[in-house]
């Protein structure tokens, strides 16, 4: 028997994939619709965008989701027009096909680019515009309870430390688990990787990333740097009473839970979380009744001495589909506008404001790291390889890793490390 999800999710996203019947649209016929893949508080959020720049009456959202990728799937009058798409390493492989270029103009004004650097070779391709940036992310950032590290005796700050550190010094720092783990959302698990693989080589992140799907050789997952990277999440993940509850638990364990077992319930220290965690670190607090003052956020370390701090960025695009059949442009502008997003920003945060003159850009809690907020240089690793860093590639890859050397079993490291890297290898040359 289906389950009651999968009959609700069908059921929702059957006017998309039939795209045939007149009658069946989202919204007025009028309206630009819009797919997006956010839901609770985040939806709500965007929601208040909309009605701040007066687009609530205009403007159709489509919540999908880890279905959006059907929004770009969808033909005739019921595909969307416009895509907040979080999986930016599909850009070039659907540029000028499923997607259609955007004007020049709502990249640079008469004042200059509206956004940094970095974007362009991520959504310009043949000197053509094909995405916009709505929503940024900082993908290197460890957070903290600073009470974990007080009490009787003297105590460590994580500040100093590298990712070689964490096991011994962590130990001896706090009473706590040292680290909460996510591990049911896959994606922890990649931008964990990703970081510690930056940071022993950023050459070989570039090279695996470059091309997303759109290469026409497998990539080589049996390098060196990418050994080193499991290795040390290796490290971290195998002594015995490092996450919460344990292996099982940590399996089970979502985002917010690993947030809510270092700010709440005060079971672990730290947690590797993106920006976007700021939200959930208040209601915490909030929940709890701890003053602010508890909450440490710092850039992720380098993964040993001499090595580079990892610095990667992340976010949702604005992308037009070649389906859509509404003027896009306006509600695009009104969307990039520098105020449209403050709403978000003030009232609800876990957002980064890509845009050069958006003001505020980020939520107060984040001013400790406020310099490091817009400086990375490279992109999401997963979203750039494409399909190899989503269920059947990397996170299966890395869960297997953890599955094998957690709960103290790191005798078992290289076993999970070959294990790991043959999956990937494997995945690279399944027919496309």
Not at 93 to 117: C, K, M, N, V
Not at 196 to 217: C, F, K, M, Q, W
Not at 269 to 292: G, H, Q
Not at 323 to 331: K, L, M, N, R
Request: with cysteine.
């Amino acid at each position: 028997m289906a389950k009651r999800r999968t009959v609700l999710r069908a059921a929702a996203l059957a006017p998309l994939l039939s795209a045939c019947a007149p009658g069946v649209l989202f919204g007025h016929p009028a309206s630009v619709r819009i797919a997006v893949p956010w839901s609770g508080s985040e939806l709500t959020a965007f929601r208040r965008v909309l009605g701040d720049a007066g687009l609530a009456d205009t403007v159709a959202v489509l919540p999908l989701g880890d279905d959006i990728d059907t929004a770009l799937q969808a033909r005739g009058r019921s595909a969307p027009d416009l895509v907040m798409l979080p999986d930016i390493g599909r850009i070039a492989e659907l540029a000028g096909d499923t997607l259609r270029a955007l004007p020049a103009t709502l990249w640079s004004g008469e004042d200059g680019p509206r956004y940094p650097r970095q974007w362009e070779s991520l959504l310009w391709k043949d000197h053509a515009l094909y995405g916009i940036p709505f929503k940024a992310a900082d993908k290197s950032l460890l957070w903290y309870d600073r009470y974990a590290f007080r009490g009787g005796g003297p105590r460590d700050d994580p500040q100093e430390w590298t990712v070689s550190d964490w096991p011994m010094r962590a130990a001896a720092a706090t009473e706590r688990n040292p680290l909460a783990l996510g591990a049911a959302d896959g994606w922890v698990l990649a931008d964990l990787f990703g970081n510690l693989l930056y940071s022993e080589s950023p050459e070989d992140y570039r090279d695996l990333a470059a091309a997303g799907d759109s290469r026409t050789e497998p990539r080589n997952w049996n390098r060196g740097a990418v050994r080193a990277g499991m290795r040390g999440l290796a490290t971290l993940w195998s002594p015995r009473d490092t996450f919460p509850g344990g292996l099982a638990a940590t399996l089970t364990s979502q985002f917010p839970d690993s947030v809510r077992q270092v700010f709440e319930h005060r079971t672990a220290a730290m947690v590797a979380a993106p920006d976007f965690a700021e939200p959930i670190v208040r209601s915490c607090l909030r929940r709890a009744r701890r003053p602010a003052d508890a909450v440490g956020v710092m850039p992720f370390p380098a993964v040993a001495p001499g090595r580079p701090r990892p610095a990667i960025g992340g976010g949702d695009v604005i992308v037009a589909t070649a389906s859509g059949a509404h003027d896009i442009v306006p509600v695009i502008e009104a969307l990039i506008a520098p105020g449209a997003v403050s709403g978000w920003i003030t009232d609800f945060g876990g957002f980064l404001a890509p845009g050069r003159r958006t003001l505020p850009d980020h939520p107060p809690m984040l001013e400790p790291v406020a310099g490091e907020l817009h400086s990375w240089t490279d992109f999401d690793f997963a979203d750039l390889i494409g399909a190899a860093g989503r269920r059947e590639g990397l996170w299966r890859a890395l869960t297997d890793l953890l599955i094998t050397v957690g709960d103290g079993r790191g005798d078992r490291t290289d076993t999970a490390v070959d294990h790991a890297v043959r999956t990937l290898q494997d995945f690279e040359r399944r027919p496309r």
